[in-house]
Every structure is written in C-alpha cells, then in structure tokens.
C-alpha cells in the first residue's frame, strides 16, 4: 500500500477511517478494448430497451439506481418485478436495487456463477461491479452480441488509515475468450486449426469454397470470400435448398436482409433446414455467423461439406 498518487475523486477524500473505494485507473479507461466492451454494453443495452424509449449513455451514472437494470431485467427474463416504479430517496434506489440482483441472483446462480457486485457497489457507481453485472446478464441470455476477449483494467483501491488516503493497484479481469463466456462446447479441430495451423486452415477454406460454388453455380452465384458472403444467411438458405434438392419459399427469408435481426432470422432458417435434413444442430449461433464470426462460420459450412460432398 503506497499513498494515493492517482487522481481522486473528491467524495473519495470524505472516506470514514478504514473505509476503502475501488476505481479503474484512467489509463485502464483509455484501453481501446475496455472502450469496445464499454460500447457494446451500451449498444446493447439501448437494444434491448428500445420499445421503452430508454437510452443509456453511460453505464455508471444510468444504471446505479436499479430503474433501468429493472427494465433491462425484465425484458431479458419476460417477467415483472414487484417493485416501486420510480424512487428518488436511496433507501428506496436500495430496495429496488435488491429486489432486481436478488432475481439476477436467482437466474445465476444453480449455475454456479461467481458473483463479482453487490447492492453497495452498483449504487456506488463501481463501473467494474457495473460491468462484471451486465456481462453475466449478456452470457446468461446468450445475447447477439460479440464481446472483446481477455479484457482486464488495472483497479485503484483507496483506503483511508490514520487520516491519509492509500492506495494499491490491482488487476480485475472482465471478460475472458468467447469459447468460455458464451458456454460454447467443447474445443473442436477448429480450435487447434485457429490457434496452432493457420497453413491448414488456408487449405480447408480453400476447400469449403470450391464445395459450395460446386452447388452456389447453379444459380449463377459465386462466393469468393467465406468470412462476409454467409453472414446475412442468404447464401445458407439456397445452399440448402440445392443440395436437398428443393425451392425454398422466398417467403420464408429475406432475400435481401437489411438489418440484423432480419440476417439472424435467414441464419437461424438454415439452421431449421439443416435439422431437417437429418444434420446436427450447429455448434455456432446464428448471432455469431451474422456477427462474421469466421470459425462458426466454417463450423456450420464443415458439417454440410462432410454430409454432401458426394452430391453432384
């Protein structure tokens, strides 16, 4: 512990005697990757909640009240909570602060979830309870979302002894691999290809293109680059119509996708055909080929490839 040389905020020099307040670094707050996982929450967030006409510009100071954990909760679980719609005092902030994270505690827990917040560190503004709160949401209910791997931030903790401020860094890892975060399964060859045999993995997407134009010509379409030409599920859609050898309603999809939700839907039609057909169901999630996730991408290609590479 080291007297505090970091920027202090003023309420943090009233501190009782022994009392300690946690803040991320400012330069922590600069890393360009603790910025992309702030802005995808925050996408997110005002995602979910756009029917309620509620936009959150900043997590700490939107979020500290349980107001629009509240919304986001119930919208996330389909269900009501019984509390107070509008509270001003903070006893009232508190109680409904504990009734929402005692049902976020409810959902997490029987999974084993570690549980990194409490109600004294959301309605203090601590960003990184804040984040640890809303990532565990965001796996929870499988949101469509990507959220930046390995993110960590260098945490100040400031103690009050003996009249003076002390600090001491300490570092708060927010978000580990996708793999882990979104309860994928168990690593696969794409894994091993990804990490240790990128020659390889040249070689299959080679390989994945000439099978599906075999098939993709047929209508005069030609794919040239795997990572961009399946995420709106178009290209999904007709190839499994040709190679079940059937028309596909175009009411069925959309031919020409405009939004994200529209590309999910053609994604997550494929997927339909693809159980239909007698195929496993597909280790990616629509969210993810949209999101042009390259690994789920050949994933899902890879398990059409091993079933009709023979089908002329």
Do not use: C
Request: aromatic letters at 8%; charged letters at 30%; a negative charge.
């Amino acid at each position: 512990m080291s007297a505090a040389s970091v920027d202090v905020h003023p309420e943090d020099t009233q501190l009782e005697e022994n009392e300690e307040r946690t803040m991320i670094d400012p330069t922590s707050r600069e890393d360009p990757k603790f910025k992309e996982l702030v802005k995808v929450l925050l996408d997110w967030i005002n995602d979910v909640l756009v029917e309620e006409r509620i936009i959150v510009k900043q997590l700490e100071e939107d979020l500290y009240d349980g107001q629009v954990l509240q919304k986001l909760l119930e919208k996330l679980a389909d269900r009501k909570l019984d509390v107070a719609e509008v509270t001003q005092s903070e006893i009232g902030q508190r109680q409904k602060l504990q009734t929402v994270l005692e049902t976020v505690h409810d959902l997490l827990r029987p999974h084993g979830w570690a549980l990194r917040w409490n109600v004294d560190s959301i309605h203090s503004k601590n960003l990184v309870a804040i984040i640890h709160l809303l990532v565990s949401l965001a796996m929870h209910f499988h949101a469509p979302i990507r959220l930046p791997e390995h993110v960590s931030v260098q945490v100040v903790v400031v103690r009050k002894r003996e009249g003076l401020l002390h600090s001491s860094h300490v570092s708060e890892e927010l978000t580990t691999t996708t793999e882990m975060m979104m309860g994928r399964f168990e690593r696969d060859a794409f894994d091993t290809l990804f990490d240790h045999a990128p020659d390889k993995l040249t070689v299959v997407k080679k390989s994945l293109i000439t099978f599906v134009n075999k098939h993709l010509n047929k209508l005069n379409l030609e794919v040239t680059e795997l990572e961009t030409q399946f995420a709106d599920g178009v290209y999904l859609v007709l190839l499994m119509g040709l190679l079940e050898d059937y028309f596909v309603p175009l009411h069925n999809f959309y031919l020409t996708p405009e939004s994200f939700d529209q590309k999910v839907h053609n994604v997550a039609f494929a997927f339909e055909l693809m159980l239909d057909a007698g195929l496993k169901k597909p280790k990616a999630r629509p969210e993810d080929v949209v999101n042009l996730d390259l690994k789920s991408t050949l994933r899902v290609l890879y398990n059409l490839f091993t079933k009709y590479k023979d089908v002329e």
